[in-house]
């Protein structure tokens, strides 16, 4: 499984089923946020961001871009992690890495199963990637 041997595991949110949270927690320590889709008493216990600290690197994480409640330049942030679209991508704005990783879950739409990883290296470099997923469907 891709998840094992990583430090820490993000879920920006749709989680779907809390069981799924369990499995993670497993694995690794685990921060996750609440999704549009994430309904219910257990789902309320989730906070809507989060911000993490790996050494001098701030990580925070929001289901929807368009929620965004801080600077995330102005905050020192080095990386932004949401969700909402389940479209992969890595983009770079104005010092800052934006990172969707898609969906791991049931495909949506036709967009590809993916997870994104992260590997911060010297306490300072970041190197982000997505990896999309082989599902037998």
């Not at 889709?37 to 001098?56: C, N, R, S, V, Y």
């Not at 905050?75 to 479209?87: D, I, K, L």
Request: with cysteine.
């Amino acid at each position: 499984m891709f998840l094992r041997g990583c430090d820490h595991i993000v879920h920006a949110g749709d989680v779907g089923d809390p069981e799924i949270l369990r499995e993670l927690s497993k694995i690794a320590s685990l921060t996750v946020v609440r999704g549009n889709t994430d309904k219910g008493h257990w789902a309320e216990a989730l906070p809507e961001t989060a911000m993490l600290e790996f050494g001098p690197t701030y990580i925070y994480v929001v289901h929807d871009l368009a929620a965004l409640d801080i600077s995330p330049k102005a905050a020192g942030v080095s990386v932004v992690v949401y969700g909402h679209s389940h479209q992969p991508l890595i983009d770079r704005r104005d010092g800052v890495i934006y990172v969707n990783p898609g969906s791991a879950g049931p495909r949506r739409f036709r967009l590809p199963i993916a997870m994104a990883e992260l590997t911060i290296t010297n306490q300072k470099h970041l190197s982000p990637r997505i990896i999309e997923l082989e599902v037998n469907e």
